[in-house]
């Protein structure tokens, strides 16, 4: 699984994320490192929970094929350069992307996608 660049994971009201996310350690892009941690209103608290969260995960690099992918998606369809990455970082390595904004990536064919929130599976292509 590839885990969506989901800031809101820090606030309290997302606590079933949060264990979503400790029970199954999916993997990150190395663009959510980016998205995340330069939130320019990121408390100091969750900068801190963010930055020991992306030193233990698996974070995936920006690899000439993922770059390739993000360029394919973009040509295709408005999608905003971190989606592109993202989702072509999910395809690249074969992973599932674990996000709540289903609707920005279900036109992807054979990305596969789960909203950790309603455990909802989707598979298109």
């Known amino acids: 699984m590839l885990l969506d660049s989901i800031i809101y994971a820090a606030l309290p009201k997302y606590a079933a994320l949060q264990s979503f996310i400790a029970k199954h350690a999916p993997a990150v892009s190395a663009i959510?490192?980016?998205e995340v941690l330069g939130y320019?209103?990121?408390s100091q608290v969750d900068r801190t929970d963010f930055e020991e969260f992306f030193s233990t995960a698996t974070v995936l690099p920006i690899s000439d094929s993922v770059l390739a992918k993000a360029i394919e998606f973009r040509q295709i369809r408005k999608l905003s350069l971190g989606d592109a990455l993202i989702a072509g970082t999910a395809l690249v390595?074969?992973?599932r992307l674990v996000t709540r904004n289903a609707v920005d990536f279900d036109w992807i064919?054979?990305?596969t996608l789960l909203d950790p929130l309603?455990?909802?599976?989707?598979e298109f292509g």
């Open 32 to 34: 959510s490192r980016v």
């Open 40 to 42: 320019h209103l990121l």
């Open 93 to 95: 390595h074969g992973l």
């Open 109 to 111: 064919e054979g990305l």
């Open 118 to 122: 309603t455990g909802d599976t989707s």
